[in-house]
């Protein structure tokens, strides 16, 4: 019963490579996001959906396209891969003015 | 846009003392203030939230504070346990066309020991 579910859990990867994130949320919320967090732990967001419409593209490289193509997903892909994409790459969820659920992350290793 | 300041950035406590996480904002818009608590391979999960209609709120051993005025908000964790262990954030945001994307602080790692 898993309210936003993410895979992978983990990737490894290289540098150069394209690779993809999945992200799915069966709570019925119209808004979904992506947030990355670095090795300090900072959370910043990215990018933000309100029925497959994007509304919220933060100072992200064009590298990164998210794609969503129901409400109910929100993927992520990364082309080019470089060092310093490696973090924790979070999707969540909301629905009008309720908190955000997120999920439990996939940690993105580019070596 | 939002800027969000959270101290301390570590905090170590003894179980059964309290502990108290402060963090200001810049944007006088910001009208909702969640705290997340996240635990070593998981995501951050919701652990109590405050309106800016709000001065207070409490459940159970958990309890935020709210200071429009001063743009400041604080969390407030009475009688610790070794599970309270954890990254605390806070957050700011505003409701807009934008829907409610949070803007965090960068998080307090809480030892209790």
């Not at chain 2, 950035?9 to 402060?22: F, M, N, P, R, Y």
Request: some cysteine; overall charge neutral.
């Amino acid at each position: 019963d898993t309210a936003v579910s993410q895979t992978p859990k983990y990737l490894v990867t290289q540098m150069g490579n394209d690779k993809s994130i999945k992200c799915e949320q069966n709570l019925g919320h119209d808004t979904m996001y992506w947030y990355k967090q670095d090795s300090k732990k900072f959370l910043k967001i990215m990018f933000s959906y309100n029925n497959k419409e994007l509304i919220i593209n933060e100072t992200v490289p064009n590298r990164f396209s998210p794609k969503s193509p129901d409400k109910a997903h929100l993927n992520l892909h990364i082309n080019s891969l470089e060092l310093g994409d490696s973090a924790v790459y979070f999707c969540a969820s909301s629905q009008d003015e309720s908190p955000l659920h997120f999920g439990n992350g996939t940690r993105l290793t580019v070596t | 846009g939002e800027n969000v300041e959270q101290h301390p950035s570590t905090l170590s406590v003894q179980e059964g003392d309290s502990a108290v996480i402060k963090c200001t904002y810049s944007d006088s818009a910001s009208n909702y203030f969640p705290w997340y608590k996240q635990e070593l391979g998981k995501g951050p999960q919701l652990i109590i939230d405050i309106r800016s209609n709000v001065g207070e709120k409490k459940d159970q051993r958990i309890a935020v504070t709210l200071n429009k005025t001063a743009k400041h908000f604080s969390l407030h964790i009475t009688e610790t346990q070794p599970e309270d262990s954890a990254v605390y954030f806070c957050a700011a945001s505003s409701s807009s066309n934008s829907g409610y994307a949070l803007n965090f602080g960068k998080g307090t790692s809480l030892l209790v020991t």
